[in-house]
């Protein structure tokens, strides 16, 4: 065992103005976390978004690290996602990511090791987790012959491969159901698409206008609230149980009332919540992953949410399921990302759209009646979805551990006994 900073320095990143974003091409490319979800670069980052010129670099002051070097995300949540990224030719990189560069270790086992470290052993405390270099560089490495390290990265190789692939298969598996489910819905809810997919004909009355291209549905403000105005964070009486549900509490069809932070870590702007609204992310890409919910069994302790959030407060005109799965449909998310306004990457979608969105309308009793219908067929939908995502936890779980145990030398992969 040996001490990282004896086999490898870290280095940081530089800032990465908007002035210089954007470039397709140039002398090296500008890695930032956003790049190590490209598909492909699930450990060596073979796409970039963003290149610079050796000129901009050194205008920039950007650190150049060399092939091989391992990037690791130092701030935020994803830091502690534990993300590592070999860099496959000399590469530029934000003040976002911290580089391992390694001088006496295989960089390929480099990685490999470093997917074993959990970072929240060297994140430092606060809001906002983020790397504490020195604690990284005091890392004890298990490090062992050359030839050794070769080995063990080669049987990796091929081992998490095998892995990986059967991981992508059932992760496209999950895309082809939420596909389907998003089509089921949309189907039901639209009555220009549902067709021979109307369940049993029983939708086939009940419109409150005629199914012609000439219908004028109903626009959204006339049957719900749409961002219904709140009275003012400093209203609210200090006797009374609210806390703040951040973004990231927002799931498709669920609220993690986990997430919940107290009122006082709120400066201002939120928005008041109560049982029975519907929330839709303003921004991409919660937005377009359709981060919508219906507010059920909220605690008593909830109340209010971040402004990145619409919410739509229904009316007796309109059934609160049957509007969360019109939000849930393709026609409303393919309008909604059509008509997002802002800069990329923090898109938004407008507040007007959102109120002027057309809603198909039907009487209560029908849109009941889709409701349930989808209820029933997208819960067989999300079991199985649910049931392969279990799959995939385990697989990655298997790979983890295959990984710890041959950089431990709990399994022998070079011959020798373990």
Same mark, same amino acid.
């Given at each position: 065992?040996?001490?990282?900073?004896?086999?490898?320095?870290?280095?940081? @990143?530089?800032?990465?103005?908007?002035?210089?974003?954007?470039?397709?091409? @140039?002398?090296?490319?500008?890695?930032?976390?956003?790049?190590?979800?490209?598909?492909?670069?699930?450990?060596?980052?073979?796409?970039?978004?963003?290149?610079?010129?050796?000129?901009?670099?050194?205008?920039?002051?950007?650190?150049?690290?060399?092939? !091989?070097?391992?990037l690791l995300p130092k701030v935020g949540a994803a830091l502690l996602g534990n993300a590592r990224r070999i860099v496959s030719q000399p590469s530029a990189f934000d003040n976002n990511?911290?580089?391992?560069?390694?001088?006496?270790?295989?960089?390929?086992?480099?990685?490999?090791?470093?997917?074993?470290?959990?970072?929240?052993?060297?994140?430092?405390?606060?809001?906002?987790?983020?790397?504490?270099?020195?604690?990284?560089?005091?890392?004890?490495?298990?490090?062992?012959?050359?030839?050794?390290?070769?080995?063990?990265?080669?049987?990796?190789?091929?081992?998490?491969?095998?892995?990986?692939?059967?991981?992508?298969?059932?992760?496209?598996?999950?895309?082809?159901?939420?596909?389907?489910?998003?089509?089921?819905?949309?189907?039901?809810?639209?009555?220009?698409?549902?067709?021979?997919?109307?369940?049993?004909?029983?939708?086939?009355?009940?419109?409150?206008?005629?199914?012609?291209?000439?219908?004028?549905?109903?626009?959204?403000?006339?049957?719900?609230?749409?961002?219904?105005?709140?009275?003012?964070?400093?209203?609210?009486?200090?006797?009374?149980?609210?806390?703040?549900?951040?973004?990231?509490?927002?799931?498709?069809?669920?609220?993690?009332?986990?997430?919940?932070?107290?009122?006082?870590?709120?400066?201002? !702007?939120?928005?008041?919540?109560?049982?029975?609204?519907?929330?839709?992310?303003?921004?991409?890409?919660?937005?377009?992953?359709?981060?919508?919910?219906?507010?059920?069994?909220?605690?008593?302790?909830? @109340?209010?949410?971040?402004?990145?959030?619409?919410?739509?407060?229904?009316?007796?005109?309109?059934?609160?399921?049957?509007?969360?799965?019109?939000?849930?449909?393709?026609?409303?998310?393919?309008?909604?990302?059509?008509?997002?306004?802002?800069?990329?990457?923090?898109?938004?979608?407008?507040?007007?759209?959102?109120?002027?969105?057309?809603?198909?309308?039907?009487?209560?009793?029908?849109?009941?009646?889709?409701a349930d219908y989808l209820d029933t067929e997208t819960a067989r939908i999300d079991t199985l979805v649910a049931k392969i995502a279990r799959t995939v936890e385990l697989l990655q779980?298997?790979?983890?551990?295959?990984?710890?145990?041959?950089?431990?030398?709990?399994?022998?992969?070079?011959?020798?006994?373990?």
């Amino acid at each position: 065992m040996t001490t990282l900073r004896r086999v490898a320095i870290t280095t940081g @990143g530089a800032g990465f103005p908007h002035a210089h974003q954007g470039h397709e091409s @140039g002398d090296l490319p500008f890695v930032k976390v956003s790049d190590f979800n490209h598909v492909g670069n699930e450990t060596m980052i073979t796409y970039c978004n963003n290149w610079v010129t050796e000129e901009t670099a050194r205008r920039l002051r950007a650190t150049v690290v060399p092939a !091989g070097s391992v990037l690791l995300p130092k701030v935020g949540a994803a830091l502690l996602g534990n993300a590592r990224r070999i860099v496959s030719q000399p590469s530029a990189f934000d003040n976002n990511i911290l580089a391992v560069v390694p001088h006496d270790i295989n960089s390929r086992y480099l990685h490999y090791w470093l997917t074993t470290v959990d970072a929240a052993r060297f994140a430092k405390p606060g809001p906002v987790p983020s790397m504490d270099d020195g604690a990284v560089l005091n890392l004890r490495v298990p490090v062992v012959f050359p030839p050794v390290q070769r080995a063990i990265t080669d049987y990796l190789d091929t081992e998490t491969a095998r892995i990986d692939a059967l991981i992508s298969k059932k992760r496209r598996l999950v895309e082809l159901l939420q596909e389907r489910r998003r089509a089921l819905i949309t189907a039901a809810v639209d009555p220009d698409r549902h067709n021979d997919q109307d369940p049993s004909n029983t939708y086939a009355d009940g419109w409150l206008q005629p199914r012609n291209h000439q219908r004028r549905p109903a626009r959204l403000r006339f049957l719900a609230d749409v961002n219904p105005a709140a009275p003012g964070w400093e209203s609210i009486p200090d006797h009374q149980p609210l806390t703040f549900l951040p973004l990231e509490a927002v799931w498709p069809g669920r609220m993690d009332y986990s997430r919940q932070r107290p009122k006082d870590e709120v400066a201002s !702007g939120y928005t008041r919540f109560c049982e029975g609204d519907v929330v839709v992310p303003k921004i991409t890409p919660t937005f377009e992953a359709d981060r919508s919910t219906l507010i059920t069994g909220m605690p008593t302790s909830v @109340g209010t949410g971040t402004t990145e959030l619409h919410v739509i407060r229904t009316s007796p005109m309109i059934n609160a399921r049957y509007l969360h799965y019109l939000v849930s449909s393709q026609t409303f998310l393919s309008g909604g990302e059509a008509r997002m306004i802002g800069v990329a990457g923090q898109k938004r979608v407008p507040d007007q759209w959102i109120r002027d969105y057309p809603v198909p309308v039907a009487d209560l009793t029908k849109q009941r009646m889709i409701a349930d219908y989808l209820d029933t067929e997208t819960a067989r939908i999300d079991t199985l979805v649910a049931k392969i995502a279990r799959t995939v936890e385990l697989l990655q779980e298997r790979r983890s551990a295959l990984i710890t145990a041959a950089v431990t030398g709990k399994i022998a992969v070079d011959g020798s006994s373990a």
